[in-house]
């Protein structure tokens, strides 16, 4: 029995010119093992943009943030003559903008791309674009470092009226609670809304 079947298969015909198949399949293989490096590397770059693209986003926010936090703190020193543009002079004014009256303040680093003398400028402007164009608000550094560009941010302080909260037992005729808005902007926008309470 193992006889005829040796015998049937050697009687079975191969093609006997088989030169140049081997390089053939691996030359595919090279081609399919390449094409998926490429992938992968193409991935791994996009990954990579991804993720500095997301940390930038993260500083400018944390910028704008900060920001927005130390100007509602300045908002509280009005009077202490540093922030003396934060006083109220004019409670039943509503939606007050309120700038530093001096370039050296609204723009310390120069900062602002456009030409014009800052705050003359903004003030020209018409009240949709000094509320909407944070190109011509007021600027200013985290780390009030004139000459490094890297924690600059724009804010916007309004005045929105008086409000009906107060302290305990406070007097209205010596108290002011004060409602603000504070805007501050880097790529981020945030807004900040609050009460001042403090003496008149």
Known sequence: MFHHIY???KNMSFPDNEKGSALVVCMLVLAVLTTLGVMAVRTSVTETKIAANEQRWEEDFNISEGGADIEASNVGYARSG???????????????????????DYDPGNDIASAGTFP???????????????KFWPHQNLSRDTADNTYDYAYLVTYLGTSEKGLKGYDASTFAAYQFRINSVKQAAIELGGIKIGVK
Do not use: H
């Open 82 to 104: 540093a922030f003396e543009w934060y006083a109220i002079s004019n409670p039943d004014l509503l939606n007050q903008i309120l700038v530093p009256p001096d370039a050296a």
């Open 7 to 9: 015998k049937s298969i």
């Open 120 to 134: 003359d400028y903004f003030e020209g402007l018409s009240s949709d674009q000094q509320k909407t164009d944070s």
